[in-house]
Antibody, heavy 127, light 109 residues
Framework: QITLKESGPTLVKPTQTLTLTCSFS??????????VGWIRQSPGKALECLGI???????RYSPSLESRLTITRDTSKNQVVLTMTNMDPVDSGTYYC???????????????????WGTGTSVTVSS | SYELTQPPSVSVSPGQTARITCSGD??????AYWYQQKSGQAPVLVIF???KRPSGIPERFSGSSSETMATLTITGAQVEDEADYFC????????????FGGGTRLTVL
């Protein structure tokens, strides 16, 4: 059974850096076709995928946020870490990590989707 | 940028068929996925690759796709199906790479 759980601060100040950890079980992030993604949901309910780290350590980021994001993994601990710099109140919301399945054509990842989500962690950006 | 458009709300009575649509120019070439999100909970995948249902998802949930529109159908909707439903599509060549629709609130009463 695949499970994921997010952890990190619930409150950060503007301009600070947010660091969230996704701890998972039931799969290995080194298995071909597997990834872990980070998705956030605004209080108004819109969902936004921030980035994905894949089994071979390739990372993809949302173009609009790429300059602020870093995703890393620790395969020995079954953890993925999201770092987002220069936090702003508009970044407030619920942050989810999710098990991703990648669709691969040849050597190219053509797409990926979330099939199991963590429970989410709420982050508020306020001074 | 690529967008997926959903109606804000759909309402049906219990036992009726609910249809939630998702329109997007790339849908003829890309798969659609559907997520159910009940209040205070994380999203759950209910349809993947246009028409496939994950194990554990009731048979009353089905998906279809034609031209620029994907549709989630709940045949015989139940009160427990009341939730927000989001469509999703993904294309490594588009910007952004991953797109969610704005979500549809399904009311069953």
């Amino acid at each position: 059974q695949i499970t994921l759980k997010e952890s990190g601060p619930t409150l950060v100040k503007p301009t600070q850096t947010l660091t969230l950890t996704c701890s998972f079980s039931g799969f290995s992030l080194t298995n071909s076709g597997v990834g872990v993604g980070w998705i956030r949901q605004s209080p108004g309910k819109a969902l936004e995928c921030l980035g994905i780290i894949y089994w071979h350590d390739e990372k993809r980021y949302s173009p609009s946020l790429e300059s602020r994001l870093t995703i890393t993994r620790d395969t020995s601990k079954n953890q993925v870490v999201l770092t987002m710099t220069n936090m702003d109140p508009v970044d407030s919301g619920t942050y989810y990590c999710a098990h991703m399945r990648a669709l691969v054509r040849g050597l190219i990842i053509t797409s990926a989707y979330m099939d199991v989500w963590g429970t989410g962690t709420s982050v508020t950006v306020s001074s | 940028s690529y967008e997926l458009t959903q109606p804000p709300s759909v309402s049906v009575s219990p036992g009726q068929t609910a249809r939630i649509t998702c329109s997007g120019d790339e849908l003829p070439k890309k798969y659609a996925y559907w997520y159910q999100q009940k209040s205070g909970q994380a999203p759950v995948l209910v349809i993947f690759e246009d028409t496939k249902r994950p194990s554990g998802i009731p048979e009353r949930f089905s998906g279809s796709s034609s031209e620029t529109m994907a549709t989630l159908t709940i045949t015989g909707a139940q009160v427990e199906d009341e939730a927000d439903y989001f469509c999703y599509s993904t294309d490594s060549s588009s910007d952004p790479y991953w797109v969610f629709g704005g979500g549809t609130r399904l009311t069953v009463l």
